[in-house]
Structures are given as structure tokens and as C-alpha cells.
């Protein structure tokens, strides 16, 4: 059984289930790279009219939608294709096979390794809590690069989150943190 939660961002909602969704943490997906994508279940979610993002995580999936697009039309449509593959498929939707087709990462410095150990047990929860995902993208000069992702994409309360939420705890817990940015 699928349920939904709101998120802070009115053009987000959070799907959950009892079902494991991800085995690899989480992965966004966007429509613009729709031809790329070979999930079917993400790629149908991606051909409703109005989705424009969908973050599939452990136990969660958030699809953000266009202003435009109207919740009362878009969330049956979206729970009726969630439990429909739930019921063709009992594996996650993204499983650790898909990992081996990934990029290797590149060296990163102790910094860096503490950076994302900080995103992980101190940010990352908070933020699953509200539909959203944050990606460490770089740290340069005393300053962070994160990319917000599900439900923090776009959402208006991202900027007040990332400066007194993410920019605090970072720059707490590791002295060489000056600045957080988005990209």
C-alpha cells in the first residue's frame, strides 16, 4: 500500500511504502533525460503530463511536479503505477547491480571524506524526511558545492534549509567550511 506525505515544497510529494525502492541510496531522475532512462516504472512516472522529477530513494520515491499540473489528477495516477509494478515485481527498483554500470569516483582528501560523512548521518535524514536528497558535489576554497535534489528542488524554503540548516552543521563539525552553495 502506497501512502503519500507532503513535503515543504507544494510541487513535491513523497510516496511510501513498506517495499524497499532503492538498494543504492538515492538517485534522481529528471524528464529532460527521459531517452536515457531504461527503468520502466520511472520512465511511466516521467510520461505523466506535469512530472517533471522523480527522486527514487530507499523507502520513499518524491515526484515533483510542474506549477501547472494538479495533484488531484497527477497522485492516483502515480500510486496506481507504483503499486502495479509493486505487484509484477517484488525487487527494489534500483538494485545494486546498476551500480557496476556507474562511473568509478575519483580520489577524494580527508576533507572531503569528512564532508560527506556529515551530509550522510547529520543531513541526508533530515532531508529524506521532507522528499529531498543532497549530493556533495565539490569543496573548493572553504566553500561546499551540493546540488538539492526530489522534493528541495526548487522548493522555497531550499535557500533558508541550505544556509541555516546544511551551512551550520558543516561548518560546525569541520573548521575548513566557509560557505555552502547550490548548484
Request: net charge positive; aromatic share 4%; proline share 4%.
Amino acid at each position: 500500500m502506497i501512502q503519500t506525505e507532503i513535503t515543504p515544497n507544494p510541487n513535491a510529494l513523497k510516496f511510501i511504502s513498506n517495499n524497499k525502492f532503492s538498494e543504492i541510496g538515492a538517485k534522481e531522475f529528471q524528464k529532460k533525460d527521459i531517452k536515457s532512462i531504461t527503468n520502466n516504472l520511472i520512465k511511466n512516472l516521467l510520461n505523466f503530463d506535469g512530472v517533471e522529477l522523480v527522486l527514487v530513494s530507499d523507502n520513499f520515491i518524491s515526484v515533483k511536479k510542474t506549477e501547472a499540473a494538479s495533484w488531484d489528477s497527477l497522485k492516483p495516477s502515480i500510486i496506481s503505477e507504483i503499486n502495479d509494478h509493486l505487484e509484477k515485481d517484488k525487487k527494489p527498483i534500483l538494485l545494486k547491480e546498476a551500480l557496476a554500470n556507474e562511473r568509478p569516483k575519483k580520489e577524494t582528501n580527508t576533507i572531503e571524506e569528512e564532508i560527506k560523512k556529515v551530509l550522510d548521518s547529520k543531513i541526508r535524514p533530515a532531508v529524506a524526511k521532507d522528499g529531498g536528497d543532497i549530493k556533495f558535489i565539490s569543496f573548493q576554497e572553504g566553500t561546499v558545492k551540493v546540488e538539492l535534489r526530489g522534493s528541495c528542488s526548487g522548493c522555497p524554503s531550499s535557500i533558508v534549509t541550505l544556509k541555516n540548516g546544511v551551512q551550520n552543521l558543516l561548518r560546525h563539525y569541520i573548521k575548513d567550511v566557509k560557505n555552502v552553495e547550490a548548484i
